[in-house]
């Protein structure tokens, strides 16, 4: 996956003073992760995330009543225009997920704000965040709480230059070229191999013709 230079802002000061949860309601997600983890630090909790049907029971029973703590506000699903602004101006994105996630898009979006991201060690977060570069890798809630407080020695000039040269659109179509001339370079190499071990074939075919028979004198009409 990649996105556009072009379609997030570097924000080289954060302009709110909030943390952010940008995603999907669903146990696996974290929502109530973020919330104990700005509750802890005294900061405000933006929460720009949607609920499917699947994960309403849950978001009503679990999620629901933790929206009324101080400072959480829950502004639901944003559009992809609105995210730069809503990265932008957070101290730092919350990826407290509990299962392995496989990529984690909105990582590289906060990354493309200069947003550092506080993840926990799931998945491909140690393949996305490089630890107390763009971010910090965590385990639990009392790790991403000490994480906040040091979150003024990222430089977000840093995050967002990451960001451009592991994530950019650019980028990645460079790398998925050179994959693709790989591949291409490697499927030539196995079709030479293959006529190389048919040409030995032959050669030795032709270097041992076929005996031919020979009818004794006895035999012949």
């Known amino acids: 996956m990649d996105i556009r230079r072009s379609q997030y802002t570097f924000s080289p000061v954060a302009k709110g003073d909030y943390l952010a949860f940008l995603g999907r309601v669903a146990p696996e997600k974290?929502?109530?992760?973020?919330?104990?983890?700005?509750?802890?630090?005294?900061?405000?909790?933006?929460?720009?995330a949607k609920v499917d049907p699947a994960d309403r029971d849950y978001f009503e029973a679990r999620i629901l009543p933790l929206l009324d703590a101080p400072g959480v506000q829950f502004v639901g699903e944003i559009s992809e225009a609105e995210k730069?602004?809503?990265?932008?101006?957070?101290?730092?994105?919350?990826f407290p997920i509990s299962w392995p996630e496989p990529f984690g898009l909105v990582m590289i979006e906060a990354m493309a704000c200069g947003t550092p991201v506080i993840a926990f060690n799931q998945g491909a977060v140690p393949e996305v965040i490089r630890d107390g570069k763009t971010g910090f890798i965590v385990e639990n809630v009392e790790q991403a709480v000490h994480a906040v407080a040091h979150l003024d020695t990222i430089d977000r000039a840093?995050?967002?230059?990451?960001?451009?040269?592991?994530?950019?659109?650019?980028?990645?179509?460079?790398?998925?070229?050179?994959?693709?001339?790989?591949?291409?370079?490697?499927?030539?190499?196995?079709?030479?191999?293959?006529?190389?071990?048919?040409?030995?074939?032959?050669?030795?075919?032709?270097?041992?013709?076929?005996?031919?028979?020979?009818?004794?004198?006895?035999?012949?009409?």
Do not use: C, Q, W
């Open 30 to 48: 974290g929502v109530d992760r973020a919330i104990e983890i700005a509750r802890r630090t005294g900061l405000p909790l933006r929460i720009a």
């Open 84 to 94: 730069s602004d809503f990265l932008g101006g957070a101290l730092a994105l919350l």
């Open 158 to 221: 840093v995050v967002r230059a990451t960001f451009e040269r592991r994530f950019s659109v650019e980028v990645m179509a460079a790398k998925y070229e050179g994959a693709y001339a790989d591949i291409i370079a490697r499927n030539d190499t196995r079709r030479l191999r293959i006529a190389a071990t048919k040409d030995r074939k032959l050669a030795r075919a032709s270097a041992f013709p076929h005996a031919v028979r020979v009818i004794p004198l006895a035999g012949r009409a």
